[in-house]
T-cell receptor, first 115, second 115 residues
Framework: NAGVMQNPRHLVRRRGQEARLRCSPM?????VYWYRQLPEEGLKFMVY????????ESGMPKERFSAEFPKEGPSILRIQQVVRGDSAAYFC?????????????FGPGTRLTVT | AQKITQTQPGMFVQEKEAVTLDCTYD???????LFWYKQPSSGEMIFLIY??????QNATEGRYSLNFQKARKSANLVISASQLGDSAMYFC????????????FGPGTRLSVLP
């Protein structure tokens, strides 16, 4: 049973370009979460999605960032017109349900570097 | 206000000794979940242990145990018989209904196990 997959693992973009980060949840998981981790900090929640729906995007910047989880295919976190401050590790996690005790399974992360 | 506090940015422990990593949390919810994750230098997030707010017994998973003191709002992680492979960042995290059941992570503690 494959775990959560993220690609690419490393992504380099110049300022002003777009970054697309992909996440395939574990089989059978319909809940997907995106987190951002700045260097030497903990993970910060960005967005929670279920298939085709954004449930909670309270942690996502209002501009330039968007996320989707289509009926078919991986979840995508999209960052338009990247800036140096977007350089971070972006983690995706998935879970089979939404309860307080529901463990989230994390992917290996995508390390975005903006030059 | 910070919801999760980890007051030890870095800790050292001798191999084979036990170590306690501190975590205090803040919530007005009666129902919440507490988690510990390990992040080795390779970057992935590894789930270690879970404690529910209504659990009367302290959680244990192999060499990991959680010292849960509800009145003090603390959920310290105890690692017994430390191994060199335990060297990593350790994050305490919480889920509660106030924050939409999304994970809130602490800033982490970097543990170094000395041979």
């Amino acid at each position: 049973n494959a775990g959560v997959m993220q690609n690419p693992r490393h992504l380099v973009r110049r300022r002003g370009q777009e970054a697309r980060l992909r996440c395939s949840p574990m089989k059978g998981h319909s809940h997907v979460y995106w987190y951002r981790q700045l260097p030497e900090e903990g993970l910060k929640f960005m967005v929670y999605l279920q298939k085709e729906n954004i449930i909670d995007e309270s942690g996502m910047p209002k501009e330039r960032f968007s996320a989707e989880f289509p009926k078919e295919g991986p979840s995508i976190l999209r960052i338009q017109q990247v800036v140096r401050g977007d350089s971070a590790a972006y983690f995706c996690a998935s879970s089979p349900n939404r309860g307080l005790d529901s463990e989230q399974y994390f992917g290996p992360g995508t390390r975005l570097t903006v030059t | 206000a910070q919801k999760i506090t980890q007051t030890q940015p870095g800790m050292f422990v001798q191999e084979k000794e036990a170590v306690t990593l501190d975590c205090t949390y803040d919530t007005s919810d009666q129902s919440y979940g507490l988690f510990w994750y390990k992040q080795p230098s390779s970057g992935e997030m590894i789930f270690l242990i879970y404690q529910g707010s209504y659990d009367e017994q302290n959680a244990t998973e192999g060499r990991y145990s959680l010292n849960f003191q509800k009145a003090r709002k603390s959920a310290n992680l105890v690692i017994s018989a430390s191994q060199l492979g335990d060297s990593a960042m350790y994050f305490c995290a919480m889920r509660d209904y106030n924050y939409g059941q999304n994970f809130v992570f602490g800033p982490g503690t970097r543990l170094s196990v000395l041979p």
